[in-house]
């Protein structure tokens, strides 16, 4: 097992990251500032590192230096920075690889599986056992961490596909707000927060042909909500 160090203060990319990283040999530490991010080098045995550029405290510059004066594991730079200038100075500090945002994520796990190659003589692999789950027009590819409907792709944040996932997992189930709340961001529950409200508007926005009249997630008055299989 490789520890993979994943460096962003935009928690929905490092989640993001997580989720495809969930089926390969890899294990994950996630940090969101630059002085966390050497904090957590300094005490665990990292193989790989994911680094962002733009960071408060510390940016990825400083951790990319850091990182290189006392150690010679691969570095790979995920930024918004497009100009070639930002690219020469992350390779010229130390990084090994540089991937401009918007990415794609299976592109990612391939130049990690590349560097870990390189550098450990290990083929690290993405395991794609195409479990796919069908409910009506949708189709949750969970491997891929890809939902489609009638075959078009729905972009998902990593929040909205955790719920979704858990959803066509179960469906007819009926989940409380507290259900769905501790389940996806791991927290407990404040009664008054309206999280998964917005969560639920925003995938009822993107999976049914009208929103305002759902077929897939219902409100159960009272309750919660369930996602409903013909």
Not at 4 to 33: H, P, Q
Not at 70 to 83: G, H, R, T
Not at 138 to 153: F, G, Y
Request: net charge negative.
């Amino acid at each position: 097992m490789y520890n993979i160090l994943v460096i962003d203060d935009e928690k929905e990319i490092v989640d993001l990251v997580e989720l495809y990283f969930r089926n390969t040999d890899y294990n994950i530490f996630k940090a969101y500032d630059g002085i966390e991010a050497i904090n957590i080098i300094a005490k665990n045995k990292i193989h790989l590192a994911i680094v962002d550029i733009m960071l408060p405290n510390l940016n990825g510059y400083s951790v990319i230096s850091h990182i290189r004066n006392s150690l010679n594991l691969p570095i790979i730079v995920i930024s918004a920075k497009v100009e070639g200038y930002d690219k020469i100075l992350a390779l010229d500090l130390g990084a090994d690889d540089y991937v401009t945002k918007p990415f794609d994520p299976l592109e990612l796990i391939a130049r990690v599986n590349a560097q870990i190659r390189r550098e450990y003589g290990y083929s690290g692999s993405y395991e794609n056992t195409n479990n796919l789950i069908e409910i009506g027009d949708l189709k949750l590819d969970t491997d891929a961490c890809k939902l489609t409907k009638n075959n078009q792709e729905i972009q998902l944040t990593s929040t909205e596909f955790k719920i979704i996932e858990l959803f066509m997992k179960n469906p007819n189930k009926v989940f409380t707000k507290k259900n769905l709340f501790e389940s996806v961001w791991d927290e407990m529950y404040i009664a008054e927060d309206n999280a998964i409200m917005v969560q639920i508007s925003k995938i009822r926005d993107k999976i049914e042909d009208n929103s305002k009249d759902p077929i897939y997630i219902k409100t159960v008055r009272g309750i919660g909500y369930k996602f409903e299989r013909k």
